[in-house]
């Protein structure tokens, strides 16, 4: 962007805010000096302090630098009708994940390329599911292995970073799409097996390219087992073909069928919901609609003392609440911050973390005195 575009959308913030030029450049950073040739246009802002200003002046960098040629965030949602609270709290969230992508891209430290979206070349959406399952999979050499942690298998195999927070009711996640990086995030404050649901789902929306829309765009979708659009119909396809391949379910079926006893492994294995085995069992054909149904009466509790699965039961519960940050971004970030390109306040931004407590973890351990290293079992050291 020129000097002088950028000048002016900066004067005008702090028309706007009420701040000083002098109070601007002690906030963030920077010499009044240096801050007056910027002003003037006759100086151009380092990406670190244009994080700065857009964090003092309470706008987004995006924002900020925001032209006709800007590349559009790209987002789709997985929630419940009227749930603006949830909507605005997690894109006030995406809002800081992107822009520290943003300052991190600036900085010669851009996400990683990534596959996504995939080619589409079935005509029904249940189909073309199933295809895009067998394709995801196949890019991370899964074959129909089981994913035991989704979030890291999707950051290590995919190039999808993956966000868990605690969320407002009635929004299950969203997913991000801009340039190279690929987000999602997933709210915490569901069951563990319906987290694991939704992130599939999400993963199922950047792989068929669903993630569209302005830079305000936001696209609702409907409820799990509702009335579908057909990207949501595909979605949830996904998820369920995704998460349970068929081979997979056939040989953890076996030839005795559902009995409470192989229901009960199987929601081990696959880690998801009654009602999601339930139902995938009967898209495959392996139950008609009467075992189906009866699946679904199980008592998941039960089933879990049945097959001796309470530690796994103990943890699901521990996950409600959880955070969890975006893996992929976190380590750019790092890097940048130990090379002296970003600052611990982006850090915190990043992490949520206050910036005393940042600095503190971040401080080298002091060397060890010669008592310490005389008391030190050798055996130990390798």
């Not at 949501?232 to 953890?252: D, G, I, V, Y």
Request: hydrophobic residues 40%.
């Amino acid at each position: 962007m020129e000097p002088q575009i950028l000048a002016a959308r900066i004067r005008q913030l702090l028309r706007e805010s009420g701040l000083t030029q002098q109070a601007l450049a002690k906030a963030a950073d920077m010499d009044p000096t240096a801050l007056s040739k910027v002003l003037s246009g006759k100086r151009r802002l380092s990406t670190l302090e244009l994080a700065l200003i857009a964090e003092v002046t309470g706008v987004s960098v995006a924002d900020l630098l925001a032209s006709d040629e800007r590349e559009a965030v790209q987002v789709s949602a997985r929630a419940q009708p009227d749930t603006s609270p949830a909507v605005v709290q997690a894109l006030r969230r995406v809002d800081d994940l992107l822009d520290v992508d943003v300052l991190l891209r600036d900085l010669g430290l851009p996400a990683p390329p990534n596959h996504f979206p995939l080619e589409i070349r079935q005509d029904n959406p249940v189909r073309q599911a199933d295809e895009l399952a067998r394709e995801v999979r196949g890019l991370a050499g899964a074959g129909d292995a089981d994913i035991e942690d989704l979030a890291d298998f999707c950051e290590q195999k995919l190039g999808i970073d993956v966000a868990v927070e605690p969320l407002p009711a009635g929004l299950d996640g969203l997913s991000v799409s801009r340039g190279n990086y690929r987000l999602t995030l997933v709210n915490s404050a569901i069951p563990a097996t319906r987290q694991r649901y939704t992130l599939a789902h999400e993963i199922g929306h950047l792989a068929a390219g669903d993630t569209h829309g302005d830079t305000n765009g936001i696209t609702i979708d409907e409820d799990l087992y509702g009335r579908h659009s057909r990207e949501e119909t595909r979605a949830n396809s996904f998820a369920a073909a995704f998460l349970m391949p068929e081979t997979s379910l056939r040989r953890s079926l076996g030839h005795a069928g559902p009995t409470e006893l192989s229901i009960g492994a199987m929601l081990g294995q696959f880690r998801v919901s009654l009602d999601a085995l339930a139902f995938r069992l009967h898209n495959v054909e392996l139950v008609n609609a009467a075992g189906r149904d009866r699946v679904r009466q199980m008592s998941a509790r039960r089933l879990v003392l049945m097959t001796g699965r309470a530690e796994e039961y103990q943890r699901q519960l521990q996950s409600i609440g959880a955070r969890r940050l975006p893996t992929g971004l976190l380590q750019r970030a790092m890097k940048a911050y130990n090379s002296g390109g970003i600052s611990v306040r982006i850090l915190a931004r990043l992490t949520g973390v206050p910036e005393n407590v940042l600095l503190k973890q971040l401080q080298p351990l002091p060397p060890m005195t010669e008592e310490e290293m005389a008391s030190t079992d050798t055996e130990l050291v390798l």
